[in-house]
């Protein structure tokens, strides 16, 4: 790619080359204890994202435009208040909105390239040109109506939408001081719409792709390190003392979590989990979800350790079914992904496949992406396995998800007590399969006594 150094793409992939051929198959098992790769210099991650960013302006922004019949689009974002897709529009060294940000795209036809402004002083990075002089037009409100006036678009895209968070960025002062400005003739042409925010959101890049499962690789590799015994001495270490050994882990390596680590303690005659300062003990099974936020990009994952006992070199049968029962459920959702499907869709006939192989399924996945619970279609909620608003929106190709779920099965070594399978891992569909970036679990990350 153009402006980025040969050796920051060695660098980079280093990540993602482990991951490539460890996920020839779809569902393949993810790697045994992964190793930690220190991510890239800062200036580095920046020139990569930049050049993300330029292609992803580049094609895009220009498909989804005319997709959905518009050839204006109109953002304003204020400092520290950024629409969602104006904060994804901003190249590394303009982290915010300044003042007032404008966006304006214009796709003049006939084949020729969508024109993209700032109404500022000043250009973004080379990916917007400036289009404000104060000294000639003092203004802000009046230059933007004479760039739309200029340009004459028949629809005019702005990011308003009561289904999603993702396309509500114009706020309502915002939006009033766009309108007062623009003629009669132009008002009329302003359409609110989710379309485009949705689409840039949650569309990848074969670019990204090809180091999302780098990504995903060192979420795996801490998430091992955590749920290993350097790190859990059971009958010492507690729950919380593992939560903030991750969060000091990231922090160590100049990463960011987007939320606050879990772990829960599953374990004989408990009902639910336990966490907080609750002690670790042999026989345990311990749970954690876990994400960081790396070149822009999210993960999402939820993992099984357990604990073993004097004597023991696995864990038990009747937890590894459970952990099997939960695959299972993956693969009856996984299975159901077509394009054009809506989320309620493919949520209802997974759940019909998983119930009529005897599983007992909850399904809470959602796309992954800029943001780690991204736009696109739900496909269901923990509290909620039925029809909702946020899964009316369509699969669409080209897009990543948390194939996040649980499985309920009974543990006869536990008594038959009935345990809830938690599980989540980051995929990719390309319109046609889905592909774990960085395989699944199907197996437990066991931990030892020091014994």
Known sequence: MRGISKAVWLVAAACAAPSAAANQAANAQEAADPQVVAPLPLREQAKLEDAWLKRRLDTIVPRLMRENGFDMWVMIAREYLEDPVVATMLDAENMHARRRTILVFFDPGGGKPVERLTVSRYGLGGLFAPAWEPEKQPDQWKRLAE??????????????????????????????????????????????????AVGWLETRIPEEMALYPGIVR??????????????????????????????????????????????????????????????????????????????????????????????????????????AAANAVQDALTAEFKTGR????????????????????????HPIGYHGHGAGPAIGFWDNQGKSPQGQYRLKPDTAWSIE??????????GGQ?????????????????RYLDGRQSRFHLIRSAR
């Open 418 to 434: 009935e345990v809830e399978f938690r599980t989540e891992e980051d995929a990719f569909f390309d319109g046609r399969t889905v």
């Open 147 to 196: 760039i739309v006036a200029e340009r004459a678009p028949k629809r005019i895209a702005i990011n308003s939408s009561a289904a999603t968070a993702f396309a509500d960025g114009l706020t309502l002062s915002q939006y009033q001081g766009m309108m007062a400005a623009l003629p009669e003739p132009l008002r009329a042409r302003v359409t609110p719409t989710d379309a485009l």
């Open 218 to 323: 060192l979420a795996h590799a801490i998430i091992a390190e955590g749920l290993s015994g350097k790190v859990i001495k059971p009958g010492t270490t507690t729950a919380d003392d593992v939560v903030w050994w991750f969060r000091q882990r990231i922090n160590g390596l100049g990463l960011q979590p987007w939320f606050q680590p879990s772990l829960g303690i599953f374990r004989r005659g408990a009902k639910g989990y336990l966490e907080g300062d609750t002690v670790i003990r042999e026989g345990d099974m311990v749970w954690t979800d876990f994400g960081i936020t790396y070149l822009g990009l999210n993960t999402d994952t939820q993992h099984l350790a357990y604990v073993l006992k004097r004597g023991e070199q696995d864990a038990p049968a009747g937890l590894k079914r459970g952990l």
């Open 342 to 365: 809506s989320g309620n869709e493919i949520l209802a006939a997974a759940r019909s496949v998983a119930i009529a192989k005897g599983l007992k399924p909850s399904i809470y996945s």
């Open 405 to 414: 779920l649980s499985a309920k099965a009974e543990v006869p070594e536990w």
